[in-house]
Protein backbone atom coordinates (compact mmCIF):
# COMPACT_ATOMS: atom_id res chain seq x y z
CA UNK A 1 0.00 0.00 0.00
CA UNK A 2 1.78 3.41 -1.20
CA UNK A 3 2.21 5.45 1.99
CA UNK A 4 4.10 8.70 0.77
CA UNK A 5 3.69 11.20 3.45
CA UNK A 6 3.70 14.11 0.83
CA UNK A 7 2.04 13.07 -2.62
CA UNK A 8 0.29 14.81 -5.06
CA UNK A 9 -3.74 13.65 -5.21
CA UNK A 10 -3.83 11.88 -8.33
CA UNK A 11 -1.68 9.35 -6.84
CA UNK A 12 -4.13 8.04 -4.21
CA UNK A 13 -7.33 9.06 -6.72
CA UNK A 14 -8.75 5.60 -7.74
CA UNK A 15 -6.79 3.74 -5.26
CA UNK A 16 -7.57 1.45 -2.77
CA UNK A 17 -7.19 3.51 0.45
CA UNK A 18 -7.68 2.67 4.33
CA UNK A 19 -8.50 5.04 7.07
CA UNK A 20 -5.71 7.01 8.46
CA UNK A 21 -4.83 7.45 4.98
CA UNK A 22 -3.49 11.11 4.77
CA UNK A 23 -4.40 11.79 0.59
CA UNK A 24 -3.99 15.38 0.62
CA UNK A 25 -1.60 18.07 2.35
CA UNK A 26 -3.46 21.08 1.58
CA UNK A 27 -0.07 23.69 2.57
CA UNK A 28 0.47 23.02 -0.74
CA UNK A 29 -2.54 23.61 -1.98
CA UNK A 30 -3.58 27.06 -1.22
CA UNK A 31 -6.12 29.24 -3.16
CA UNK A 32 -8.54 26.25 -3.75
CA UNK A 33 -11.61 24.83 -2.19
CA UNK A 34 -12.50 21.63 -2.16
CA UNK A 35 -15.19 19.73 -1.51
CA UNK A 36 -15.10 16.54 0.79
CA UNK A 37 -17.54 13.97 0.63
CA UNK A 38 -18.29 11.11 2.50
CA UNK A 39 -14.97 8.78 3.82
CA UNK A 40 -12.82 12.04 4.06
CA UNK A 41 -11.94 14.04 7.23
CA UNK A 42 -9.83 17.22 7.73
CA UNK A 43 -7.10 17.21 10.44
CA UNK A 44 -5.67 21.20 10.16
CA UNK A 45 -4.25 20.70 6.70
CA UNK A 46 -3.93 16.93 6.15
CA UNK A 47 -7.23 15.37 4.53
CA UNK A 48 -7.20 11.58 5.76
CA UNK A 49 -9.52 9.02 5.03
CA UNK A 50 -12.16 7.44 7.42
CA UNK A 51 -13.64 4.71 5.22
CA UNK A 52 -11.37 1.96 3.61
CA UNK A 53 -12.31 2.38 -0.22
CA UNK A 54 -11.15 3.81 -3.27
CA UNK A 55 -10.83 7.41 -3.04
CA UNK A 56 -12.78 8.99 -6.26
CA UNK A 57 -12.40 12.54 -7.71
CA UNK A 58 -14.42 14.32 -10.20
CA UNK A 59 -13.78 17.57 -11.42
CA UNK A 60 -13.63 20.27 -10.60
CA UNK A 61 -12.94 20.05 -6.79
CA UNK A 62 -14.80 16.83 -5.45
CA UNK A 63 -13.20 14.04 -3.87
CA UNK A 64 -15.07 11.04 -1.52
CA UNK A 65 -14.35 7.58 -0.53
CA UNK A 66 -16.57 4.92 -2.61
CA UNK A 67 -17.16 1.39 -0.78
CA UNK A 68 -19.57 -1.43 -0.91
CA UNK A 69 -20.44 -2.66 2.33
CA UNK A 70 -23.49 -4.69 3.36
CA UNK A 71 -24.39 -1.80 6.43
CA UNK A 72 -26.04 1.49 5.38
CA UNK A 73 -25.48 4.48 6.68
CA UNK A 74 -28.19 7.10 6.13
CA UNK A 75 -27.98 10.35 4.36
CA UNK A 76 -30.24 12.92 3.45
CA UNK A 77 -31.89 12.54 -0.18
CA UNK A 78 -31.57 8.72 -0.42
CA UNK A 79 -34.66 6.53 -1.78
CA UNK A 80 -34.59 3.46 0.06
CA UNK A 81 -36.82 0.48 0.99
CA UNK A 82 -38.22 0.16 4.36
CA UNK A 83 -39.96 -2.14 6.14
CA UNK A 84 -42.60 -1.15 8.69
CA UNK A 85 -41.77 -2.51 12.32
CA UNK A 86 -44.57 -0.81 14.32
CA UNK A 87 -47.14 2.62 14.28
CA UNK A 88 -46.85 4.78 16.30
CA UNK A 89 -49.65 8.01 17.33
CA UNK A 90 -47.33 10.33 14.62
CA UNK A 91 -44.88 8.12 13.03
CA UNK A 92 -44.32 4.88 11.36
CA UNK A 93 -41.34 2.91 12.24
CA UNK A 94 -39.88 1.96 9.75
CA UNK A 95 -36.01 -0.60 9.52
CA UNK A 96 -34.20 0.74 6.81
CA UNK A 97 -31.18 -1.42 7.85
CA UNK A 98 -29.27 1.39 9.58
CA UNK A 99 -28.12 2.39 12.89
CA UNK A 100 -31.81 2.92 14.27
CA UNK A 101 -35.21 2.80 13.53
CA UNK A 102 -36.21 5.77 10.93
CA UNK A 103 -39.45 7.46 11.27
CA UNK A 104 -41.90 8.13 9.07
CA UNK A 105 -44.99 10.59 9.78
CA UNK A 106 -48.16 9.80 9.46
CA UNK A 107 -49.19 12.61 7.29
CA UNK A 108 -45.76 12.34 4.36
CA UNK A 109 -47.77 11.05 1.58
CA UNK A 110 -49.76 12.88 -1.09
CA UNK A 111 -52.83 14.46 -0.17
CA UNK A 112 -52.57 13.17 3.44
CA UNK A 113 -54.28 14.60 6.23
CA UNK A 114 -55.78 12.93 9.72
CA UNK A 115 -58.56 11.53 8.11
CA UNK A 116 -56.85 9.14 5.68
CA UNK A 117 -54.53 7.80 7.23
CA UNK A 118 -52.89 4.90 5.66
CA UNK A 119 -53.05 1.29 7.93
CA UNK A 120 -49.34 -0.42 6.80
CA UNK A 121 -49.30 -3.45 8.77
CA UNK A 122 -46.14 -4.75 10.14
CA UNK A 123 -43.72 -6.09 8.07
CA UNK A 124 -45.01 -3.73 4.66
CA UNK A 125 -42.39 -3.24 2.55
CA UNK A 126 -42.17 0.49 1.57
CA UNK A 127 -40.36 2.44 -1.04
CA UNK A 128 -39.43 5.74 0.96
CA UNK A 129 -37.15 9.39 0.89
CA UNK A 130 -34.79 9.91 3.91
CA UNK A 131 -35.59 13.24 4.73
CA UNK A 132 -33.41 13.86 7.30
CA UNK A 133 -30.38 11.54 8.55
CA UNK A 134 -28.56 13.74 11.36
CA UNK A 135 -26.28 11.37 13.84
CA UNK A 136 -27.62 10.91 17.07
CA UNK A 137 -31.55 11.49 16.10
CA UNK A 138 -33.60 8.58 14.64
CA UNK A 139 -33.64 9.43 10.84
CA UNK A 140 -36.77 11.12 9.29
CA UNK A 141 -38.52 9.62 6.27
CA UNK A 142 -41.15 10.74 3.78
CA UNK A 143 -43.10 8.86 0.95
CA UNK A 144 -43.27 12.10 -1.21
CA UNK A 145 -40.68 13.77 -3.18
CA UNK A 146 -39.25 17.58 -2.37
CA UNK A 147 -41.84 18.99 -3.95
CA UNK A 148 -45.01 16.79 -2.47
CA UNK A 149 -45.58 15.02 -5.05
CA UNK A 150 -46.24 10.96 -4.46
CA UNK A 151 -43.44 10.12 -7.14
CA UNK A 152 -43.44 6.38 -7.46
CA UNK A 153 -43.19 6.24 -3.20
CA UNK A 154 -44.84 4.25 -1.31
CA UNK A 155 -46.17 0.34 -1.11
CA UNK A 156 -44.50 -1.91 -2.99
CA UNK A 157 -47.12 -5.02 -3.75
CA UNK A 158 -46.48 -8.68 -4.32
CA UNK A 159 -43.00 -9.16 -5.86
CA UNK A 160 -40.12 -10.45 -4.19
CA UNK A 161 -37.38 -8.33 -2.10
CA UNK A 162 -33.93 -9.52 -1.86
CA UNK A 163 -30.92 -7.87 0.17
CA UNK A 164 -27.51 -6.64 -1.45
CA UNK A 165 -24.79 -4.64 -0.67
CA UNK A 166 -24.50 -1.18 -0.53
CA UNK A 167 -22.14 -0.90 -3.64
CA UNK A 168 -24.51 -3.16 -5.85
CA UNK A 169 -27.63 -0.65 -5.54
CA UNK A 170 -25.60 1.99 -6.44
CA UNK A 171 -24.03 0.19 -9.87
CA UNK A 172 -27.87 -0.64 -10.16
CA UNK A 173 -28.82 3.15 -10.11
CA UNK A 174 -26.20 4.30 -12.60
CA UNK A 175 -26.67 5.87 -15.58
CA UNK A 176 -26.31 4.88 -18.10
CA UNK A 177 -28.65 1.66 -17.54
CA UNK A 178 -26.06 -0.83 -16.15
CA UNK A 179 -25.64 -3.74 -18.46
CA UNK A 180 -27.42 -6.61 -16.68
CA UNK A 181 -30.85 -4.91 -16.33
CA UNK A 182 -29.78 -3.35 -19.77
CA UNK A 183 -29.61 -7.00 -21.17
CA UNK A 184 -32.75 -8.58 -18.70
CA UNK A 185 -35.32 -6.02 -19.88
CA UNK A 186 -34.79 -6.88 -23.76
CA UNK A 187 -35.77 -9.85 -23.31
CA UNK A 188 -37.48 -10.14 -19.78
CA UNK A 189 -40.88 -7.70 -18.26
CA UNK A 190 -40.76 -6.42 -15.19
CA UNK A 191 -40.43 -4.13 -12.43
CA UNK A 192 -37.64 -3.13 -9.88
CA UNK A 193 -37.19 -0.62 -6.93
CA UNK A 194 -33.45 -0.53 -5.81
CA UNK A 195 -33.32 1.26 -2.54
CA UNK A 196 -29.55 2.75 -1.95
CA UNK A 197 -29.85 0.62 1.64
CA UNK A 198 -28.80 -2.57 0.14
CA UNK A 199 -32.12 -3.82 -0.50
CA UNK A 200 -33.47 -4.45 -4.23
CA UNK A 201 -37.30 -5.10 -4.80
CA UNK A 202 -38.41 -7.38 -8.01
CA UNK A 203 -41.92 -7.68 -9.41
CA UNK A 204 -43.02 -9.95 -12.81
CA UNK A 205 -46.20 -11.48 -13.75
CA UNK A 206 -44.57 -14.88 -12.96
CA UNK A 207 -42.50 -16.41 -10.31
CA UNK A 208 -39.68 -18.25 -12.50
CA UNK A 209 -39.31 -14.37 -14.26
CA UNK A 210 -39.09 -13.29 -10.84
CA UNK A 211 -36.51 -16.08 -9.59
CA UNK A 212 -34.07 -15.17 -13.14
CA UNK A 213 -34.12 -11.12 -12.82
CA UNK A 214 -33.46 -11.56 -8.91
CA UNK A 215 -30.28 -14.13 -9.32
CA UNK A 216 -28.73 -12.21 -12.51
CA UNK A 217 -28.72 -9.07 -10.21
CA UNK A 218 -27.29 -11.18 -7.43
CA UNK A 219 -24.51 -12.72 -9.22
CA UNK A 220 -23.25 -9.65 -11.36
CA UNK A 221 -21.66 -7.62 -8.35
CA UNK A 222 -18.18 -8.58 -9.47
CA UNK A 223 -18.59 -9.07 -13.20
CA UNK A 224 -17.95 -6.32 -15.72
CA UNK A 225 -20.29 -5.08 -18.13
CA UNK A 226 -19.86 -8.58 -21.13
CA UNK A 227 -19.85 -11.01 -18.41
CA UNK A 228 -23.38 -9.56 -16.83
CA UNK A 229 -24.52 -9.59 -20.71
CA UNK A 230 -22.98 -13.32 -21.06
CA UNK A 231 -24.30 -14.42 -18.08
CA UNK A 232 -27.52 -13.00 -19.04
CA UNK A 233 -27.95 -15.20 -21.58
CA UNK A 234 -27.78 -18.05 -20.15
CA UNK A 235 -30.13 -17.53 -17.17
CA UNK A 236 -32.68 -16.75 -20.12
CA UNK A 237 -31.63 -19.68 -22.11
CA UNK A 238 -32.61 -21.61 -19.04
CA UNK A 239 -35.58 -20.31 -18.73
CA UNK A 240 -36.51 -20.46 -22.24
CA UNK A 241 -35.58 -24.67 -21.74
CA UNK A 242 -37.63 -25.14 -19.24
CA UNK A 243 -40.88 -23.23 -19.75
CA UNK B 1 -25.71 32.43 64.08
CA UNK B 2 -23.13 30.65 65.76
CA UNK B 3 -23.69 27.00 65.20
CA UNK B 4 -23.74 24.68 67.92
CA UNK B 5 -22.20 21.22 68.29
CA UNK B 6 -23.67 19.12 65.73
CA UNK B 7 -25.40 15.64 66.81
CA UNK B 8 -25.52 13.87 63.60
CA UNK B 9 -28.72 12.78 64.77
CA UNK B 10 -30.39 11.42 61.74
CA UNK B 11 -34.71 12.11 62.19
CA UNK B 12 -37.51 11.45 59.88
CA UNK B 13 -40.43 13.04 59.15
CA UNK B 14 -42.90 12.56 62.30
CA UNK B 15 -40.19 12.60 64.63
CA UNK B 16 -40.81 15.12 68.26
CA UNK B 17 -37.41 17.12 68.04
CA UNK B 18 -38.56 18.94 71.27
CA UNK B 19 -41.37 21.47 73.40
CA UNK B 20 -42.49 24.28 71.34
CA UNK B 21 -41.72 26.04 74.67
CA UNK B 22 -37.80 25.70 74.49
CA UNK B 23 -37.40 25.12 70.95
CA UNK B 24 -37.93 27.06 67.89
CA UNK B 25 -38.82 25.23 64.40
CA UNK B 26 -36.35 26.33 61.95
CA UNK B 27 -36.29 24.63 58.58
CA UNK B 28 -37.87 21.14 58.26
CA UNK B 29 -39.22 21.52 61.32
CA UNK B 30 -42.86 22.73 62.53
CA UNK B 31 -45.50 22.99 65.29
CA UNK B 32 -48.24 21.11 65.87
CA UNK B 33 -50.54 23.20 67.39
CA UNK B 34 -52.86 20.98 69.18
CA UNK B 35 -50.06 20.04 71.26
CA UNK B 36 -47.46 22.82 70.80
CA UNK B 37 -44.32 20.06 70.28
CA UNK B 38 -41.80 20.49 67.52
CA UNK B 39 -41.92 17.75 64.73
CA UNK B 40 -39.38 16.87 61.71
CA UNK B 41 -40.89 17.71 58.41
CA UNK B 42 -37.85 16.24 56.56
CA UNK B 43 -35.20 13.21 56.45
CA UNK B 44 -31.71 14.70 57.78
CA UNK B 45 -29.75 15.51 60.55
CA UNK B 46 -30.58 16.89 63.35
CA UNK B 47 -29.12 20.52 64.40
CA UNK B 48 -29.20 23.08 66.88
CA UNK B 49 -28.87 26.63 66.52
CA UNK B 50 -28.18 29.73 68.83
CA UNK B 51 -30.35 32.48 68.67
CA UNK B 52 -29.18 35.82 67.83
CA UNK B 53 -28.04 37.57 70.32
CA UNK B 54 -30.46 41.01 70.15
CA UNK B 55 -33.68 39.25 69.28
CA UNK B 56 -36.53 39.53 71.89
CA UNK B 57 -37.09 35.30 71.29
CA UNK B 58 -34.66 33.60 72.74
CA UNK B 59 -35.35 30.02 72.52
CA UNK B 60 -32.63 28.13 70.31
CA UNK B 61 -33.98 26.96 66.61
CA UNK B 62 -33.72 23.62 65.56
CA UNK B 63 -33.60 23.05 61.83
CA UNK B 64 -33.36 19.35 59.87
CA UNK B 65 -30.64 19.47 57.44
CA UNK B 66 -27.88 17.48 55.09
CA UNK B 67 -30.17 15.60 53.26
CA UNK B 68 -30.06 15.67 49.62
CA UNK B 69 -33.20 17.33 49.16
CA UNK B 70 -32.17 20.11 50.76
CA UNK B 71 -30.06 20.67 47.70
CA UNK B 72 -31.07 23.64 44.83
CA UNK B 73 -34.24 22.09 43.63
CA UNK B 74 -35.50 23.74 40.39
CA UNK B 75 -38.82 26.52 40.77
CA UNK B 76 -40.71 27.81 38.09
CA UNK B 77 -39.13 30.84 36.56
CA UNK B 78 -35.44 29.72 37.73
CA UNK B 79 -32.25 30.17 35.62
CA UNK B 80 -30.64 26.49 35.47
CA UNK B 81 -27.54 24.94 33.29
CA UNK B 82 -28.05 21.63 32.19
CA UNK B 83 -26.42 19.84 29.49
CA UNK B 84 -27.99 18.48 26.29
CA UNK B 85 -28.42 14.46 26.44
CA UNK B 86 -31.04 13.92 23.45
CA UNK B 87 -32.11 15.57 20.86
CA UNK B 88 -35.51 14.43 18.73
CA UNK B 89 -37.54 15.97 16.19
CA UNK B 90 -40.09 17.58 18.61
CA UNK B 91 -37.72 17.92 21.58
CA UNK B 92 -34.34 17.99 23.43
CA UNK B 93 -33.60 16.44 26.88
CA UNK B 94 -31.04 18.08 29.33
CA UNK B 95 -29.48 16.91 32.68
CA UNK B 96 -30.34 19.51 34.88
CA UNK B 97 -26.78 20.74 36.67
CA UNK B 98 -27.36 24.18 38.11
CA UNK B 99 -29.74 26.01 39.57
CA UNK B 100 -28.60 29.55 39.99
CA UNK B 101 -25.52 29.69 40.93
CA UNK B 102 -25.95 26.38 43.12
CA UNK B 103 -25.01 22.64 41.76
CA UNK B 104 -27.76 20.49 42.44
CA UNK B 105 -27.48 17.39 44.51
CA UNK B 106 -29.70 15.18 42.74
CA UNK B 107 -30.28 14.08 38.83
CA UNK B 108 -33.06 16.24 37.48
CA UNK B 109 -34.37 15.85 33.73
CA UNK B 110 -35.60 19.07 31.93
CA UNK B 111 -36.85 18.96 28.34
CA UNK B 112 -36.99 21.76 25.57
CA UNK B 113 -39.96 21.61 23.60
CA UNK B 114 -40.06 22.82 20.34
CA UNK B 115 -41.95 25.98 20.61
CA UNK B 116 -40.02 26.72 23.63
CA UNK B 117 -37.07 27.77 21.78
CA UNK B 118 -37.16 30.68 20.72
CA UNK B 119 -39.21 33.32 20.51
CA UNK B 120 -40.17 33.82 16.71
CA UNK B 121 -41.10 31.62 14.01
CA UNK B 122 -42.05 28.97 16.81
CA UNK B 123 -42.90 25.93 14.32
CA UNK B 124 -39.99 26.29 11.92
CA UNK B 125 -37.53 25.33 14.82
CA UNK B 126 -35.59 22.20 13.58
CA UNK B 127 -33.67 21.37 16.63
CA UNK B 128 -30.91 19.75 15.34
CA UNK B 129 -29.66 23.07 14.20
CA UNK B 130 -30.65 24.64 17.59
CA UNK B 131 -29.21 22.01 20.21
CA UNK B 132 -26.69 18.98 19.68
CA UNK B 133 -25.85 16.18 22.59
CA UNK B 134 -23.43 17.23 24.80
CA UNK B 135 -24.28 21.29 24.71
CA UNK B 136 -24.30 23.44 28.19
CA UNK B 137 -27.23 25.62 27.56
CA UNK B 138 -28.85 28.37 30.07
CA UNK B 139 -32.56 27.85 30.12
CA UNK B 140 -35.26 29.04 32.52
CA UNK B 141 -37.73 26.78 34.43
CA UNK B 142 -41.20 26.95 32.79
CA UNK B 143 -43.12 24.48 34.82
CA UNK B 144 -42.47 21.32 37.13
CA UNK B 145 -43.83 19.74 33.62
CA UNK B 146 -44.93 15.86 33.89
CA UNK B 147 -43.27 12.81 35.52
CA UNK B 148 -40.37 12.51 33.74
CA UNK B 149 -39.03 16.03 32.95
CA UNK B 150 -39.13 20.16 33.77
CA UNK B 151 -39.88 22.05 31.42
CA UNK B 152 -37.23 24.61 30.12
CA UNK B 153 -37.07 27.38 27.73
CA UNK B 154 -34.62 28.93 25.88
CA UNK B 155 -36.96 31.55 24.38
CA UNK B 156 -34.55 34.29 25.83
CA UNK B 157 -31.77 36.63 23.73
CA UNK B 158 -29.50 35.63 27.47
CA UNK B 159 -30.59 31.73 27.12
CA UNK B 160 -29.31 29.16 24.96
CA UNK B 161 -25.98 27.45 24.20
CA UNK B 162 -23.46 28.78 26.54
CA UNK B 163 -20.86 26.61 25.10
CA UNK B 164 -20.04 23.40 22.43
CA UNK B 165 -17.94 21.26 20.99
CA UNK B 166 -17.59 21.23 17.77
CA UNK B 167 -17.33 17.59 15.77
CA UNK B 168 -13.56 18.09 15.36
CA UNK B 169 -13.71 17.56 19.38
CA UNK B 170 -12.76 21.56 20.11
CA UNK B 171 -14.84 24.24 22.30
CA UNK B 172 -16.51 26.42 19.57
CA UNK B 173 -16.54 30.27 19.31
CA UNK B 174 -19.95 32.12 18.92
CA UNK B 175 -20.37 34.26 16.09
CA UNK B 176 -23.66 34.87 15.61
CA UNK B 177 -27.22 34.42 17.31
CA UNK B 178 -27.49 30.71 15.25
CA UNK B 179 -23.68 30.30 14.43
CA UNK B 180 -20.41 28.93 16.44
CA UNK B 181 -17.22 28.41 14.67
CA UNK B 182 -15.17 25.57 15.68
CA UNK B 183 -11.13 27.17 15.75
CA UNK B 184 -9.02 24.39 14.41
CA UNK B 185 -11.25 23.76 11.31
CA UNK B 186 -13.11 26.56 10.51
CA UNK B 187 -16.26 24.81 9.93
CA UNK B 188 -19.81 26.45 11.15
CA UNK B 189 -22.17 24.80 13.08
CA UNK B 190 -25.58 26.21 13.94
CA UNK B 191 -26.85 26.45 17.83
CA UNK B 192 -29.41 28.41 19.27
CA UNK B 193 -26.48 30.91 20.81
CA UNK B 194 -26.83 32.75 24.26
CA UNK B 195 -25.68 36.47 24.68
CA UNK B 196 -23.57 36.03 27.28
CA UNK B 197 -22.18 38.81 29.23
CA UNK B 198 -22.97 42.74 28.40
Request: hydrophobic residues 40%.
Amino acid sequence: MENKPTSSPTSFVDQSVVPGDVVLDLSNMTNQTLKLGGGLRQDCDAISVMKAGKLRFSNPNKYWVESSQKRYVPRAGDSVLGIVVDSKADNFLVDIKGPGLAFLPVLAFEGGTRRNIPKFEIGTLLYVRVVKANPGMNPELSCTDASGKAAEFGLLKDGYMFESSTGLSRMLLSSPTCPVLDALGKKLSFETAVGLNGRVWVNASSPSTVIVVANAIMNSESLSGVQQRIMVEKLIQNLKLST
Amino acid sequence: MEEAAAAAEVVTPGEVLGKASQLRAGRGAYVAPHNNLVYASLTGFRRTLSPPPNSPDQRPIVEVTGHKAHGAVPEPGSVVIARVTRVTARMASADIMCVGPKSVREKFTGSIRQQDVRATEIDKVDMHLSFRPGDIIRAVVLSLGDARAYFLSTAKNELGVVSAESTAGETMVPISWTEMQCPLTGQIEQRKVAKVGG
